[in-house]
Every structure is written in C-alpha cells, then in structure tokens.
C-alpha cells in the first residue's frame, strides 16, 4: 500500500503528556504511524494514500485539540498573538496577585473586611488568569487522564471554594488562618510564569528552519529568447538558464553554461577559500557569486535544492530531540492521581471516622493544597532564569531545558575547523621572496594590485600590505589572479598554475615555498614582474588563541574530540596536530555532517556538536547537545541549544560545565518539589496540618527552589590564562 506523509500544525497542548495523547489517538487509525513535536507544535503523519489529511485533522480535533495540515517545506511561525495573550494573562493575574498575597502575609493590614477585598481580587486571577489550567484539566478529564493542570486547576479551587464558603458561612468570625485566597491566586501565577517561559523558549523552535528558508535568492535573472526577464524563484523549472552577476546569490542549484567566476559557498560547505567556477560546474542555490558574470543553467528547484535538504534534516533532527518529555510531566502521571485519590479517601476516612463535615473538608483541602505543585512550576523556570543569566554574563546563552536532559552523559564532542577551532577568515601568514628580491617590496607590489579586487584572498593580500603604491590599469583574470601596472611595472598576482603558464616553471625557491603551503594546508599565491615569478604570498585560515587549552580541557572532562570540516584532509590533519586532536573527518558535505554524527549516536555515543557556519546546522540539531559561536551565521545559533557569545572555543567548556550544573539544579528541585509536599501528605491527611500551614508549606518549597536555583549565580568560568 502506497503511504504519503503530512505534516500537521498542532493547537492546545500544555505538556509532553498531550502530544503523546495525540499521537496514541492518530496511531489508532489503520495504518497510520504519527510523531507529536510539543515543542515545536507539530505532528509528522505517515499515512495510507487514501486517507484525507483533513481526516487526520478531524480526529486530532477529536481528541480536543486543534490542527490543520501544514506545509512539509514550511517551517510553521508561531502566533505572536497568543504570546502576546500569554503575557497579558500573566501581568494582570500578577497585578491581582499582589493585592491578595500582600495583605495574606503582613497582620498590619488586616483592616475591616480585607477578606472580601481578596475574594475580589482572586476572583479573576482563578478564573481568567487560571482558565488554560482549567480547560486542560477538563480535556484531560474527558479522556480519563490526569496531568499538572489538573492538580493545579483542583488545587487552586478547592482553596477558593473553601475561602469562600468560610467567608460566607461565618461572616465577621472567619479569621485570619480560615481563608486560602492568597494560596489560590500565587499558585495560579507561578504556574502561569512558568508557562509564559516555557512558550517563548518554544516560540524560537522554528526560527533556524525560516532563516535557512528565507537565506535563497527572492527573485532570478531569468534568460528568455536571450532577453532578461526579473521573475520570482517560484516560477523557475529544470532547464531554464538565469544570469547571475558579481555580488548576486546563485538563486538555486544548477550547472555553469557560460562565464568564469569565484562562488563565496563558505557557509554551505565550510571552506573557507572562495571555490572557482567554469562551464560545466556545478554551483549552489544560497552562494554567492564574487566576480565575473555568470549564466546558469537550473537543474533543481524548491524542495529538491541542497539548502532544502539541510532544512529537512535540521528539522528532523529538532523532532527527534524533542521527544524527551520533561521529568514532571512523567512523574505528574503518576504523582496526581495518587495526591487526588489521597484527598478524597481522606474526606471518606474523616467522615467514616464520625469526623464533621467542616474537618473532612478542611482535611482533604489540606492534601490537595499542600500537594499543589507551586514548586514545580518555579523548578526548571527558576534554574534557567539563573542559569542563563549566569551563561549570559559568561558568554553562555542557554535555549531551554530539553536539551539539558542528556548533558550529563556527554562523552563526545565534535569540534567544526572553519570558523570554529580555526578564525574562518584568511590571513597572510608569510611571504618568500626569490633570490635577491626583497620580501617587503613583493608584498608592496602585490598589494598594490589586490587593492582593485574583490576577490577574499586579494582583499587579504591588500589589507596585510598596506601597500603605499596605487594600481593603473587593473584587470581581473577571472579567478585565477590580477593584474596592473604598479611603479612603471606590470605585475602578475595569482595561482600557480597561472604563473607556470605565463613564466614557465617556477625557480626551486619558490617552487618549494608552493609546496610547503599546499602541504601545509595553506594556499600560495605567485607575484610577479618583468617576466619573471618574484616571490610567494602564503595565506592560512589561523588557528584561534586558546583553541589547544580549551581541547586539553574537554579531555581533562572526560571527553573524546573530534574534529569535523569540509575542508581538505590535509589543511584538517595539519589544524588537528596544533590543537591536539586526534580523530578526523575531511571534506565532509552538509549532509554529511549529519550523518557523521547520527554514526557516533548509533555507536552509543552522547555527542555534543560544535560548529558556526550553515553547513554545521543540521549536524547541531543531530547532536545531543548543539552548540553555536556566536561569531558564526544566524542558522547555526538557532539550531543549536547553547551560543558562545564572545566565539572562544573555550566558551565550549564554560557551556557544557553550566549546562551539567543547570540540570543538577532543575533535578535537585523537581526532587525537593515532591519532597517537601509528599513528606507533608500524612499530616494533612490526619487533620495535624491546617490549610494555612498547608499553603505556607507549599510556599517554603518554592522559596527552597528559588534559592536553591540562585546558587547558578556562583558558577565560575575557566581561566584564560
């Protein structure tokens, strides 16, 4: 049977339980095999042919949630405007909040009918501020599931309902320690400012798949009856031949017809030397044309160009990272219909006892109240607002929980060169001169003539030179050099070959100068005059200050280095022995990469990736932990879960350390959450725990949380020296 697979936008869910509810419900269908991303909103179907996407969206909605069939090459945007509602909902649950807590804590404002003034105030904080709670709850109930919105949407109403029915049945004698409405009103906002943070961690989930999509050209030169003709990429075919001038992307992938040029594809391929083009090359949609005018013929379009597939796989790898549900999600299965069934065989025990109503009541109330899990929505909010202000002041930006998960058992990870453990941008390392020339002199006269290219290496040369000559009648040789007439000679700056071609062999000095860099990894330019070679520029991608420190430091953690580059084997041995590393990879292609890393998981390795360039994005979202320079592309930093600002590889170090630590942390307070509440639980039920003491009880954990969080505070960085 024929299958087909759509991708659907999904509305509604509040946890990781949810999204296993919606894939449970699809899978039901004959045939049908569905995975739910909660963090990014979106559920991959792979389904018989002859099912109607719009049957799937139908049972989705079915199960009470909202859906509709998504664009498999469109990565979804997230509504702004229910952010936007979120905040709203919180700041004004917060702003009621504060008038019901205040006066709850300080006796100096028990004034004459106080009790009433809450009651109006969390009114709207219960019913407004905690109505997501409260419709999940009721979803969940529908399909005989409990989750955290359930125990929060019953705690905070059993503490409103019981402060109400105190404040109604004994008016002018209810008391101080007889009404919870601070208790209902706090919970409601902790729990709401842990969602709000939640969701713009989670709006950000597709930001590197648009900015990959939006990188292509919007518009193509396209070549019609040997006319120019201004048209969108979307109408391009197979086929059809474009023209793309100096400075221009390549608008999609195709083959070179007429015209010679540099192509700068740095960011889809890693190397960091522009690559020369001829007809009969092949070129890549993103890139960008350097210098002369080329006419290319189209040989893939839309969902099939490479940028395309580095898309997919990014987004892949995102849904296969996001299914690690968050630990309170897991343990709420079972923690909620336990504390629930707790309550009402108290109630019961109380009333089967002779207890009074008044005390079952209060009893019961009490195990929901100091069961309601206030602390468990400040647990991992807390830890990564420290934790990522902490990261911030270091150079560390944090994306969000999930992908601290597995940090802890890290025992890989793979550096990328360009950009990464090298600076990515070339650099004059040295200049041989030939016999009896001056070095400084060849590099005047050269730079003299790089000034009028636009070529990466020439504006290298030029700028290393600081040439006080200026270049008459400059012509540039199509990639393969430059040429002009500096001080009375006419000089001749370019590639070897070009050299050989116009002088014949180059004189042994220089020749082994060549060899030396090529060998070296590095790259040889030949500079000329009066009819002869005179000396040898050579130019490198540098290695960055520290690199070998922070590589000796990942080891001294206990992990394994790899180093990773679609660059040659040669430059990549030669960067490696500098910096210490021992294992490599070479010449790898984006999709490559990926699955260079999917190799090491398979192998049972956990493997962090570190990387900068678009070419990295899919094998960052691959890793178990992604981690982006900040130095590097915008793709890069969205797809990966930790950013070093300052582009210090050492930074590399500091993130995985921090991130260890966050995840103790955010471990540590789920723990004391529950701890501090099920240690109460017996005393609640046996009537020995008033509801107030209940709500205090509660409030020492989230306090316990919140200090234990701020201890990120005191996480240090390594040292520079």
Not at 54 to 70: C, F, S
Not at 332 to 348: E, H, K, R
Not at 618 to 644: R, S
Request: aromatic share 4%.
């Amino acid at each position: 049977m024929d299958t087909i697979t759509t991708d659907l936008g999904i509305g509604g869910m509040t946890c990781a339980s949810c999204a296993s509810r919606i894939e449970r419900r699809l899978r039901k269908l004959d045939g049908v095999y569905a995975v739910v991303n909660y963090a990014t909103e979106k559920a991959s179907v792979t389904h018989p042919a002859d099912i109607d996407p719009e049957a799937l969206v139908a049972e989705v909605e079915r199960a009470g949630y909202t859906a509709h069939v998504a664009r498999p090459d469109q990565p979804e945007e997230r509504d702004g405007m229910e952010l936007w509602r979120q905040e709203t909902r919180l700041l004004l649950s917060a702003a009621f909040a504060l008038g019901v807590v205040v006066p709850a804590m300080v006796p100096v404002l028990w004034l004459p009918g106080w009790e009433w003034v809450s009651l109006a105030l969390c009114l709207p904080v219960v019913a407004w501020g905690g109505w997501p709670f409260h419709r999940a709850a009721l979803t969940n109930l529908r399909h005989g599931a409990t989750t955290m919105d359930t125990l929060v949407s019953l705690g905070s109403l059993a503490a409103f309902g019981w402060s109400v029915w105190a404040l109604m049945t004994t008016p002018g004698h209810v008391g101080h320690g007889s009404v919870y409405f601070e208790v209902a009103a706090g919970v409601t906002v902790f729990i709401l400012a842990g969602r709000y943070i939640e969701a713009r961690a989670k709006r950000r989930a597709g930001s590197a798949l648009r900015a990959l999509m939006e990188l292509g050209a919007k518009d193509i030169a396209l070549l019609v009856k040997g006319r120019e003709i201004r048209v969108p990429v979307t109408q391009v075919r197979p086929g059809d031949r474009f023209v793309v001038r100096p400075g221009e992307k390549i608008a999609t992938d195709g083959v070179v017809t007429e015209g010679m040029s540099t192509v700068d594809a740095s960011l889809l391929t890693g190397e960091p030397a522009p690559v020369e083009v001829a007809p009969g090359d092949e070129v890549v949609g993103a890139t960008v044309n350097m210098s002369g005018r080329l006419v290319v013929e189209v040989t893939r379009v839309g969902a099939e160009t490479r940028l395309a597939r580095i898309t997919r796989l990014v987004e892949a790898a995102q849904e296969r990272k996001a299914r690690a549900q968050r630990l309170a999600d897991r343990v709420s299965a079972v923690f909620v219909p336990v504390v629930i069934g707790l309550a009402v065989l108290t109630f019961a025990a109380w009333m089967l006892a002779g207890g009074d109503g008044t005390s079952a009541t209060r009893s019961a109330i009490a195990v929901l109240i100091i069961a309601c899990p206030c602390a468990l929505g400040l647990a991992t909010p807390t830890a990564l607002l420290a934790g990522t202000g902490r990261g911030a002041q270091l150079g560390v930006l944090v994306k969000g929980p999930e992908s601290l998960e597995r940090t802890r058992r890290i025992d890989m990870v793979v550096l990328d060169k360009t950009g990464t453990v090298t600076t990515g941008v070339m650099t004059l390392s040295h200049v041989a001169a030939g016999d009896g020339e001056d070095t400084t002199e060849v590099l005047h006269l050269a730079g003299a003539v790089e000034s009028g290219s636009q070529h990466p290496i020439g504006r290298a040369i030029a700028e290393a030179a600081d040439s006080p000559y200026t270049v008459e009648d400059f012509i540039s040789l199509h990639g393969l050099g430059a040429q002009g007439v500096v001080a009375g000679r006419g000089v001749l700056v370019g590639r070897p070959s070009l050299a050989a071609e116009r002088w014949g062999e180059l004189p042994e000095t220089l020749a082994k100068a060549v060899s030396a860099a090529e060998a070296g990894g590095a790259t040889a330019v030949v500079a000329g005059w009066d009819g002869a070679a005179r000396g040898v520029l050579v130019l490198a991608d540098e290695v960055r200050p520290g690199a070998a420190h922070a590589v000796r430091r990942l080891r001294e953690l206990g992990l394994d280095v790899m180093l990773l580059t679609g660059d040659n084997p040669s430059a990549a041995e030669i960067v490696a022995a500098q910096v210490g590393i021992g294992r490599v990879a070479a010449g790898v292609l984006p999709e490559g990469k990926a699955e260079v890393i999917r190799g090491l998981r398979g192998e049972g390795r956990v493997v962090a990736m570190v990387g900068d360039g678009i070419n990295d994005a899919a094998a960052i979202a691959e890793a178990d932990l992604g981690i982006a320079m900040g130095t590097g592309t915008d793709v890069a930093i969205e797809a990966a879960d930790l950013t070093l600002i300052r582009g210090d590889l050492l930074g590399a170090v500091d993130a995985i350390r921090l991130a260890r630590r966050m995840l103790g942390v955010i471990k540590g307070n789920l723990f004391w959450a529950f701890a501090y509440n099920v240690a109460a639980l017996p005393l609640a039920a046996s009537g020995a725990l008033h509801p107030m003491i209940a709500g205090g009880a509660m409030a020492v954990s989230s306090v316990f949380v919140v200090l234990n969080s701020v201890r990120l505070y005191r996480f240090r960085a390594e040292s520079r020296s």
